[in-house]
């Protein structure tokens, strides 16, 4: 059963390199989903990305946005379109008109080139996909920030909640979290799940001593 499902770090290197992103995709017979999607003009990456292993690409059946900004969001629109629409998007209630296209980014002020959301999440919830992923709301990074707890690897898909130095946990980015104290907030909700692994969207994968840096995160929680 276990080699049956999983999920691991899709490593997306934009702009020869320079920019590089951890997106994560969950596997199991029945689906494949691919968690955030880049920058805008990236699709094409994506797809070959994904299509070298397994033709991962033309199996995707769900795409799930952690949160609105536009490298998370960027690439929706073109991966819609070159799977016909086939693919389901799922996203928190509060990034939904973001993503639509309805209302400006918070961040930057345009407006998204407009994608469906098929599926709202909410605090919780347990996706019956690849052996069970819950969604975790984690505001503070931005309002509309979910993470995901994959119930049968122990790992968590932290999007921008936390971020990653050479395998070491870090909080999230003070230049670019909306309100630091709901984030650090979060950072404690999440320290209270049994993690073995987490991706993080900046920094990627990190193993060692999830538990301590969790706890050491959400302690800056207090502070002005
Ligand atoms: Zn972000």
Known sequence: MESNMGVMPIVLELNAGSFVVHAALFWDEK????????????????????????????????????????????????????????????AHPLAKPYIMGELPLMKGGHMARPAKVDYTVQ???????????????????????ISLYHLPSKTLISGDALTAQEGVLMPPSAQFTIDMDQALQSVAKLAELDIETVIAYHGGVCKDQ???????????????
């Open 31 to 90: 689906d494949v989903i691919l968690v955030d999607t880049g920058i805008p003009g990236h699709g094409k990456l994506i797809k070959e990305t994904l299509n070298r292993e397994s033709n991962l690409f033309d199996r995707l059946t769900k795409i799930i946005i952690t949160h609105h900004d536009n490298d998370h969001i960027g690439s929706l629109p073109e991966l819609l379109a070159e799977s016909n629409n086939r693919i389901e998007v799922l």
């Open 123 to 145: 605090d919780g919830e347990v996706l019956p996909y690849c052996g069970g992923i819950q969604v975790v709301y984690t505001p503070g990074h931005m309002p509309d920030h």
């Open 210 to 224: 999830i538990r301590e840096r969790l706890a050491v995160i959400a302690e800056g929680a207090g502070r002005t």
